[in-house]
């Protein structure tokens, strides 16, 4: 079983739209928990952290469920500039990270 | 946030050539950073953890006398690919973390075609 586990996709949708990822990982020792935004060809970039308790940046939110080892970022009233490739990611202190092969999110006016 | 500076962000070379890739802490130290590599429509892979002042650590099936890796500074670590080929064109990325959540900061990555 992989560490991180993300639907590639492509996600296609118009813009206005709602739309949610998820990810399962398989270490229940991971403390940490990140979504990072990679454009093509481009190095990842942090997009939020994620809390047990879930939270929210603007139209994203976060949320962890510890139980089922399961994350999910849901994005609301997509934007073109939404376009991009979005990486699950989770470690433990002192470690690297470890990345899903990530979700592909196309939004289309 | 945090800054990483990665240095060069494209290269191009021929087979059997060394190259170095440079990766800055600009605004905090680091004794750890991480190297690593992402092919097309692939996820990032890690390579190899450097530590400051010490010898880095390789991931299975990373060749050490490959890929040298060199931690000489808290702001500095550096992957030089020896020798390489064209099977070693990828997309190389480095990160060192920051804050108390040790969040990592990603270069800006260096893309690296051999002829």
Do not use: M, Y
């Given at each position: 079983r992989k560490e991180v586990e993300q639907d590639p996709g492509p996600f296609n949708v118009p813009e206005g739209a709602t739309v949610a990822f998820n990810c399962t990982y398989s270490n229940s020792a991971s403390q940490s928990f990140f979504w990072y935004r990679q454009d093509c060809r481009k190095e990842p970039k942090l997009l939020m952290s994620v809390y047990s308790s879930g939270n929210e940046d603007g139209r994203f939110t976060a949320q962890l469920n510890r139980a089922s080892q399961y994350i999910s970022l849901l994005i609301r009233?997509?934007?073109?500039?939404?376009s991009a490739t979005y990486l699950c990611v989770v470690n433990m202190p002192g470690t690297a990270l470890i990345f899903g092969k990530g979700t592909t999110l196309s939004v289309s006016s | 946030g945090a800054v990483v500076s990665q240095h060069p962000s494209w290269v191009i070379c021929k087979s059997g050539t060394s190259v170095k890739i440079e990766c800055r802490s600009l605004d905090f130290q680091a004794t750890t950073m991480f190297w690593y590599r992402q092919f097309p429509k692939q996820s990032l892979m890690l390579m190899a953890t450097s530590n400051e002042g010490s010898k880095a650590t390789y991931e299975q099936g990373v060749e050490k006398d490959k890929f040298l890796i060199n931690h000489?500074?808290?702001?500095l670590s550096t992957l030089t690919v020896t020798?390489?080929?064209?099977?070693?064109s990828s997309f190389y990325i480095c990160s060192a973390g920051a804050g108390a959540r040790n969040i990592q900061y990603f270069g800006a990555g260096t893309r690296l075609s051999v002829l």
């Open positions: 009233d997509s934007k073109l500039s939404d | 000489a500074s808290l702001t020798s390489a080929h064209p099977e070693d």
